[in-house]
């Protein structure tokens, strides 16, 4: 099994900073997959960014140049640096893990989500 937890998020003005750290605890599986999904009311989550074990991003074009995602594979955290916020990213944010035994089968773990405002 693997636990994952968000931490940060808040309330910004548009034009403004936050950032989203993720930790994945898990004593038996590799993961080989973290990402940073949202959900806005009324709307299906999306995928914002992800990173593999190798370091390969990727973004959704609505964040692409303002959105940064990191990793640390030896802690299993990844963090989600947004800048130039918009009120269209107002959002519940959900980080993904994607983990099992070596050569699979994988399976996805979420975290609880954490609320991102961004005021006009």
């Known amino acids: 099994q693997v636990q994952v937890v968000e931490s940060g998020g808040g309330l910004v003005q548009a034009g403004g900073s936050l950032r989203l750290s993720c930790a994945a605890s898990t004593s038996r599986f590799s993961i080989v997959l973290m990402g940073w999904y949202r959900q806005a009311p009324g709307s299906q989550r999306e995928l914002v960014a992800s990173?593999?074990?190798?370091?390969?991003?990727k973004y959704a074009d609505s964040v692409k140049g303002r959105f940064t995602i990191s990793r640390d594979n030896a802690e299993n955290t990844v963090s989600l640096e947004m800048n130039s916020l918009k009120p269209e990213d107002t959002a519940v944010y959900y980080c993904?893990?994607?983990?099992?035994?070596?050569?699979?089968?994988?399976?996805?773990?979420w975290g609880q989500g954490a609320q991102v405002t961004v005021s006009s």
């Open positions: 990173i593999d074990d190798s370091g390969s991003a």
């Open positions: 993904k893990a994607v983990a099992g035994f070596s050569g699979g089968p994988w399976y996805n773990y």
